[in-house]
């Protein structure tokens, strides 16, 4: 049975893409910050629900060098790893802090730079899928997003610096932006930005996780160093006044 470790896999995006792995029989390493009921979430469900040996939960804050080669430990091999824990930032930019800086890019950055580190070095012996979930941020600017976006950019083009370093060890490395996804977290800001996107709704967790599922799938695997965005056309809409 092959194993995939999402992080941040307790709600919203995470959780979707934790649930699509267990229907397509696989293990999950299911991973989030820490152990409390917030972070557990439905974590009981999901072993009721796909068998409790198929789920495994592991935790602790990523940005800390010491605990990515802890959190592994007890997966021998790792065939997909989802950096998808995250947070985001909005503030004007005026107004933000060097902590708000270094708390961004400390989870955002860091935390996927050393479980990618990990994995590639210890538990991907036969190659493997790395899936770095960024955000439309990693392409197009808003504002009071000044921090996320640049965090978010830098994921993406560590994704593109990994798939070429690893591409010799079978490993490939892909990114995956989002665009407006209704999840708890932002489901208010979702729905004010219905009009910004082409296809008139937000994009559904799901609808990410099928992406992910395909990339980390034998029908992605010449897909490398990629940034696949997912959001209803959303960039495309640069002007949305017509002309003439």
Known sequence: MKLAVVTGANTGIGLAIAERFLEDGYAVGYATAGNDERHTGPLEALQATYGEGNVTHVYGDLSDPQIPAKLLEPFTTIDVLVNNAGLSTAKPFLELTTEDFDLTFNVDVRASF?????????????????????????????????????????????????????????IRVNSVAPGVIATPRNEEDAEKLDPEVPLGRPGKPEEVAALVAWLASDEGAYATGQSYILDGGMTQQVVKLPAG
């Open 114 to 170: 050393l479980l990618a580190q990990e994995a590639a070095r210890n538990h991907m012996p036969k190659g493997g899928s790395i899936i770095n979930i960024t955000s439309v941020h990693e392409h197009i600017p808003r504002p009071n997003f000044a921090v996320y976006a640049a965090a978010k950019a830098a994921l993406g083009m560590l994704s593109k610096a990994l798939a070429l370093e690893l591409a010799e060890q079978n």
